[in-house]
């Protein structure tokens, strides 16, 4: 198998994690949204796994502004506690519609609006006072969808 074929498998294999991980922050936001109770603790956890998991996947294959924004919401998650502001959680939610849209984008072979997550990095760090400031990364220079 040549390069260019392994890059086309690792990004294909990125897409399809990528969709699952923001199924899954939506989902555990949606949670959190309604009142979580005890489960709450766990759902943050949660919630900071898949960000984790996502910002190493976004990094294997080379699309920065993800990996970006997936340690920006690492660091708000770990910053905020159990303590999840409200607005914190709808920037969330900005996040990984972002992310998911960004996913469509690659998936249809279109460069991504890597601005376009900048600025959701950028808001979610802004209702996120008090937060550990996360390290930001290049946003530029997306790698080429697959073919």
Known sequence: MDREE???????TFLGELEEHVRSLNHDLLEI???AGERRAGLLKTLFRTAHSLKGAARSVGVHP???LCHRIEGD???????????LVQGL????DAIGGAGRQLREGK???????AAVQARIE??????????ALPTT???????
């Open 6 to 12: 392994l890059s086309r498998r690792l990004m294909s």
């Open 33 to 35: 949204e309604k009142g």
């Open 66 to 68: 993800i990996e970006a």
């Open 77 to 87: 998650l770990a910053a905020a506690g159990e303590a999840l502001p409200p607005a």
């Open 93 to 96: 939610f900005a996040a990984a």
């Open 111 to 117: 460069p991504i609006d890597a601005p376009a997550l």
């Open 126 to 135: 802004s209702l996120s006072a008090g937060a550990a400031p996360a390290v």
């Open 141 to 147: 220079a997306a790698p080429e969808p697959p073919s």
